[in-house]
């Protein structure tokens, strides 16, 4: 089993940043790609980015492209999600994953463990 947890979220003005941490437990976290999602209210979990085992291979969600940074730190078992630009559209409970498969990983039931979440709030 992987656990994840997530941390550094909060209330952002528009156009601020802010960086996710995954903290991960277990195993073999090399093994594993790792995945953000986010789920705003009424809406169904979206797709943000996938990052795969080292850091030279990362997918972005076009709404977030050139925004958002996704990267892992495989020695000290984290991952993370580097926010800048931040739109009121970013409000989103946001979630790490983590997967062995090694495609369709842009769909949510592709990914074996999430986090609890943490809460990005964008105000106007």
């Known amino acids: 089993q992987v656990q994840l947890v997530e941390s550094g979220g909060g209330l952002v003005q528009a156009g601020g940043s802010l960086r996710l941490s995954c903290a991960a437990s277990g195993r073999t976290f090399s093994r594993y790609f790792m995945g953000w999602f986010r789920q705003a209210p009424g809406k169904e979990r979206e797709f943000v980015a996938r990052?795969?085992?080292?850091?030279?291979?990362?997918y972005y969600a076009d709404s977030v492209k050139g925004r958002f940074t996704i990267s892992r730190d495989n020695a000290n078992n984290m991952a993370y999600l580097q926010m800048n630009s931040l739109k009121p559209e970013d409000t989103a409970v946001y979630y790490c994953a983590a997967t062995q498969k090694s495609s369709s990983w842009r769909s949510s039931g592709t990914y074996d463990y999430w986090g609890q979440g943490t809460q990005v709030t964008v105000s106007s």
């Open positions: 990052i795969t085992w080292s850091q030279d291979n990362t």
